[in-house]
């Protein structure tokens, strides 16, 4: 039992989720980031797609020219400005093609440069919490969404430059005319205002719906997969999924739709001003400056483009600031997240272990929660011992499995490694001098050897090594029962698949925990439940008939410590050490025969369990 009296996790209140690094940094990151990559290239695509944006911008001009020499009858400067017309709509085909291909051949080399930077990243953190916390999720659910889009940053940074080139042009050529035409520009401003803000509001509507999206595909997969279809159909709750669904859906989605119609009637009222003094414009050059043809025909044309232009700066800026300066924010997040997690630690583990692990008034809670599953819990396993941790079902025992192979750290109080604090280990140092099979193991479908082999990598193809950590699993039947043996593919959606029960993959997984040499811990936390009591019993007794007694860690050994987790006394009463946790406290610690003299918890538990199988 827990000490927990509180609500579950989603009540509590959530500390410190620290805010989004600022966009224009983050987004500046991310130009170095592809600039690391594809130095070459993305300078070609930038310089192509602003040398693109040149000749569509003169366009007034030669309108203007070609406008003049009609009205005062010059054939030459008509040509002029044909030629002037003809080149500039050619050019500009020629390069937008060009620059185009360019880009696309930029984005697609950054886009895998990113993909695999931010799976580097996540796979860095070397904590859990990042993928238990809901916000934390929320985050990295979009991000993940997003790098896909990342590389469009670029793209549109580049686009938003050239338009921001040919807005400048535009605006010089209008000031030619008269510089009061510059006040086109002010108009223009609320519909820029309203572009960049309008996603910024949506984004916030967006990431509070993400829990609602995220619940519905949730809900999706248990109802659509095959995992659980047999418990959905016994249960009868199909129907009460899919409208669970709906519901989750509409909770995520009216708000967002709500939001977008509220937006873009506000945009539209902006642009409905700049259409205004568009054409006052027009006709304070034609009446108020009574000027030449040619000049009202710039004036039209440049004011026309002058509204494409700013409505494509304002569109590409919208997108840059919703969408993708949005997702190099939380790039530049996970990356500070990432590095700040890694903080330097400056100790080896130790080559072998001679006093032990303790703990040290160890409490723990789960990030985001305030609920102590672990509360100052001081204890030690000594070196070569085989340590059996029992308690009732969320007695906190697993949890003490994950801080010792530091999934987590602890909220209190520090781990010690033979005096070395685990947390100055480097966890990458720490984790491969840790071997184990976990309650909730993974069914890694591949080819048998490789299942197992995955345990210690260096020897996933050494038929030997594999062959003898299945044995040391007492998986051998498992293979045996395999139409190829150790070559037999598994996973029947995988061609010549096949599927094994689900004993069968625990024994497989606990045989993968067996490949590492010399561990400094092993953990086995019920690796051995779906077996029946019978072979787990057989299994632990060779095991600890092999392992170095407890207190030798001399010459031979590396002072091993075993810690296994178990609901079964008959296998527990072999371990030097039991360790019994019981709301959130370790409430004894000894020998079985030791225990059964205090005749307290333990003595209580075991007698339960004597009982049933009498
Ligand atoms: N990721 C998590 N986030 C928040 N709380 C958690 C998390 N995992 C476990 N808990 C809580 O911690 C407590 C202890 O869980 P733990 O998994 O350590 O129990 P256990 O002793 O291993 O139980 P079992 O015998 O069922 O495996 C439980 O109350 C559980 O609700
Ligand atoms: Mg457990």
């Not at 807005?167 to 572009?195: D, Q, R």
């Not at 070559?487 to 995988?494: A, Y």
């Not at 060779?542 to 006394?569: D, E, Q």
């Amino acid at each position: 039992m827990t000490s927990s009296s509180n609500a579950g996790p989603a009540s509590q209140p959530r500390p410190d989720l620290e805010p989004l690094p600022p966009a224009l940094s983050s987004m500046w990151r991310l130009c170095k980031l592809g600039y690391r990559h594809e130095p070459r290239l993305m300078m070609v695509a930038f310089v192509l797609s602003q040398l693109a944006a040149l000749p569509d911008a003169l366009l007034a001009l030669w309108l203007m020219v070609l406008g003049n020499a009609v009205v005062q009858r010059r054939p030459t400067l008509l040509l002029v400005a044909a030629i002037g017309l003809g080149v500039s709509a050619t050019a500009t085909w020629f390069l937008m093609t060009v620059s185009t291909r360019v880009q696309r051949r930029f984005r697609d080399k950054v886009t895998i440069a990113l993909e695999a930077h931010v799976a580097r990243l996540q796979a860095s953190i070397v904590t859990l919490a990042h993928q238990e916390r809901p916000e934390y999720l929320d985050r990295l659910a979009m991000l993940r969404h997003q790098v896909f889009v990342l590389d469009h940053m670029y793209m549109s940074l580049f686009t938003t430059c050239g338009w921001i080139l040919r807005l400048a042009v535009t605006v010089v050529l209008l000031a030619s005319i008269h510089p009061a035409l510059i006040l086109l520009l002010v108009f223009a401003l609320p519909t820029v205002y309203t572009a960049t803000w309008r996603p910024a509001v949506e984004r916030v509507v967006q990431e509070r719906s993400e829990q609602p999206n995220r619940l519905a595909r949730h809900l999706f997969t248990i109802a659509t997969t095959a995992a659980p279809g047999k418990e959905v159909r016994v249960l009868r709750i199909g129907d009460r999924l899919i409208e669970g669904r709906r519901r989750a859906w509409e909770l995520g989605f009216l708000p967002i739709a709500r939001v977008r119609w509220q937006t873009a009637a506000w945009h539209a009222a902006a642009w409905t001003i700049f259409g205004l003094a568009y054409v006052g414009g027009i006709v304070f050059v034609a009446w108020g400056l009574r000027a030449s043809a040619g000049a009202v025909l710039l004036v039209l044309a440049a004011g026309s483009r002058l509204s494409a232009y700013i409505g494509a700066t304002v569109g590409e800026l919208g997108f840059l600031r919703g969408f993708w300066m949005d997702g190099s924010r939380r790039l530049a997040w996970l990356e500070d997240y990432a590095n700040r997690v890694a903080a330097a630690p400056d100790l080896p583990p130790p080559p072998s272990l001679t006093r032990g692990i303790s703990f040290d008034h160890v409490s723990f809670a789960y990030p985001g929660t305030s609920t102590l599953v672990l509360e100052d819990v001081s204890l030690t396993l000594p070196a070569g011992a085989i340590v059996a941790v029992v308690g009732e079902n969320g007695a906190g025992k697993t949890t003490l499995v994950k801080l010792l192979a530091r999934m987590y750290d602890p909220t209190e109080g520090a781990i010690l490694i033979d005096d070395r604090p685990l947390a100055r280990i480097p966890v990458d140092q720490w984790r491969e001098r840790l071997a184990g099979a976990f309650q909730d193991f993974v069914r890694f479908e591949f080819v048998a050897r490789h299942s197992v082999g995955l345990g210690y990598l260096p020897q996933l193809d050494v038929e030997p090594a594999v062959a003898a950590a299945v044995t040391r699993a007492g998986a051998t039947d498992v293979i045996e029962k395999l139409p190829a043996g150790l070559g037999t593919q598994l996973g029947p959606t995988w061609p010549g698949g096949v599927d094994v029960s689900f004993g069968q993959w625990q024994k497989l997984a606990l045989a993968r925990g067996f490949m590492r040499e010399g561990p400094l811990v092993l953990v086995l936390d019920e690796p051995t439940a779906a077996l029946d009591a019978e072979t787990e019993h057989a299994l632990f007794e060779r095991y600890a008939a092999a392992a170095p007694k407890a207190g030798t860690a001399g010459s031979s050994g590396n002072g091993r410590i075993t810690v296994l987790v178990s609901h079964r006394f008959s296998t527990v009463r072999m371990a030097d050490l039991i360790v019994v946790l019981d709301g959130a406290h370790v409430v004894e610690t000894g020998t079985h025969d030791r225990l059964m003299a205090m005749n307290g918890r333990y003595a209580e538990l075991y007698r339960i369990q004597a009982r049933s199988y009498q």
